[in-house]
Each structure stands twice: as C-alpha cells, then as structure tokens.
C-alpha cells in the first residue's frame, strides 16, 4: 500500500551551487511573485470561477450571471467589481445593459488549463 501522505525528502544534505545560481539568475523578482500570488488568489472562489466558466463561454450581462451562478445581482456585481480590478474581466454598456466578457486570451487559457488539470485528475 502507498503513503500518499507522505512527504519525501532527502537523506543526505548536498547543495547544488550550481543549480541554485542558475535558478536564482532566472527566477522572477520577489515583486512579480507576490503579484502573481494575489493574482492566483483571484481564483480562490467558486462565484468568481462560475462567473469566469460562463465568460470563457459567451459575453454576459450581470442579470444573466446572477441567474447562471444563483445569486443575486447585487453579489455578482460585487464578485466582477473584484474580477475587474484584477483585470480578468472587461465590460462594454449598450444602452442600459452592461455586457461583461473575459479581459483577454490569456486568462481564458489559464481557466482553460485549470479545468483540464482537473478534469484529467479525475480520471485518474
């Protein structure tokens, strides 16, 4: 029977200088970590991925989001208040109805990746 909940870790203390300098060379400042921390943070509720899920597959309003996600629309307007700020979301008005829409390919692909990480980790 496997431990899964075992965490392996080495018997023997050895730095690899040399690994360690090229990663340090390469590795992002601290600044743009932290930033890409807050950024994943964004994703650490169900609504706001509801709400990104529906985007990825059409241009919404806010009344057909509270209707998809089973809110009211004063909570999905707070939820795309926090996802703008964050830059994962875009709106356009027409007339009275605000349209929301994913901000670019880039977060489409991320929740694209995310839900296939999933997805394959259940089959397994």
Known sequence: MKDEGKIEVCKT????????RKIKEKLVKD??????AEFFKIFGDSTRIK??????????CVCDLAAIVGASQS??????????????VKFRKEGKTV????DDEH???????GLAHIQERKKT
């Open 107 to 113: 977060i489409a692909k991320i929740v694209d990746t």
């Open 99 to 102: 349209f929301y829409s994913l």
């Open 75 to 88: 909570a999905v307007s707070h939820q795309l208040r926090i996802l703008r700020q964050a830059k994962l």
């Open 51 to 60: 709400i990104l899920c529906a985007l990825l597959l059409e241009e919404l």
């Open 31 to 36: 600044e743009v970590l932290i930033e890409l």
């Open 13 to 20: 203390t050895f730095v690899h200088e040399d690994k360690i």
